[in-house]
């Protein structure tokens, strides 16, 4: 039985995506941090780590590849799930003319930008989490509204004036759950990795991603990531279908870590089932 944390607080996606996960959970865990989260895994604080990865509209959470990359923890397990945004407000609002200011996280207002500029006239705020606005508009006079899951309007007595606010209705978001150990092979699995390259040379990322083309591993995802270091030096995640365990990507991972600076396993897991809403 786990103690799974997720980035709070009640009502956030974050939460949806952490009760799809596969594993048995004793308790859900809001925390308001993504940082204060994965460190409440290295400390034992918690069994699991429910954390956004990537959108499919804006691509990566860069805050999660940092912290991945600073910890040593494991990819157990991922969740994707259908983002859609809803506008709510007080029981008493039943124009949007009413609505003097609206409040969201910056990625949720971006995501609904031609909702807002065709039928609010609002000041708009942003706010660390969509669950985050939804509870200061509970707090707030009948003239606010929040962006976010029409699912935490039960538990901050709102009303749902629109649903499906968002401009593109193929919106969604990989989550990731992070633990201390791995996970074992299933049969349908996803592997993840950090690597540097030696040096800056020309054709030095193909020679990575030759090693798992010639023996036919299908990468799913390559994203860069500054090294901070020189401008120029990059690190890179990927992912690719299979499991650690398997003999061709042992073979890959060896022959890989035998050409870049460096090499980190993130783990392998089982892939994600696409989540309807």
């Not at 865990?29 to 990865?53: F, G, Q, S, T």
């Not at 590849?65 to 506008?87: A, C, G, N, R, W």
């Not at 040096?199 to 991603?209: R, V």
């Amino acid at each position: 039985m786990s103690r799974v944390g997720y980035l709070g607080p009640k009502g956030t996606f974050t939460e949806m995506a952490a009760e799809e996960y596969r594993g048995t959970v004793a308790e859900y865990i809001p925390y308001c941090d993504i940082k204060v989260l994965v460190k409440a895994v290295v400390d034992e604080k918690i069994d699991r780590a429910v954390v956004p990865i990537e959108n499919s509209l804006q691509g990566a959470v860069t805050l999660t590849l940092d912290l991945l990359l600073k910890y040593d923890l494991k990819i157990v397990d991922e969740v994707i799930i259908p983002i859609t945004h809803s506008l709510l407000a007080a029981d008493v609002v039943t124009d949007l003319d009413d609505l003097d200011h609206v409040v969201s996280h910056p990625q949720a207002l971006a995501q609904c930008r031609a909702f807002i500029d065709e039928h609010l006239n609002c000041n708009v705020h942003t706010a660390d989490s969509t669950a985050d606005a939804i509870k200061r508009v509970a707090k707030a006079g009948p003239n606010w509204a929040a962006i976010g899951n029409y699912h935490a309007a039960d538990y901050y007595d709102l009303s749902v004036l629109r649903n499906d606010i968002q401009d593109n209705e193929e919106n969604w978001t990989r989550f990731v759950v992070l633990a201390k150990e791995d996970s074992p092979q299933t049969g349908d699995d996803k592997t993840s990795i950090i690597c540097s390259p030696r040096d800056d040379h020309p054709g030095a990322l193909y020679e990575i991603l030759k090693e798992f083309a010639q023996r036919e591993i299908n990468l799913t995802r390559i994203e860069s990531r500054p090294a901070r270091k020189m401008i120029g030096d990059y690190i890179f995640f990927i992912d690719f279908e299979g499991h650690r365990s398997e003999e061709n990507i042992q073979l890959a991972l060896s022959n890989v870590e035998e050409i870049v600076a460096w090499i980190k396993l993130l783990g392998s897991y089982p892939q994600a089932e696409i989540q309807a809403d």
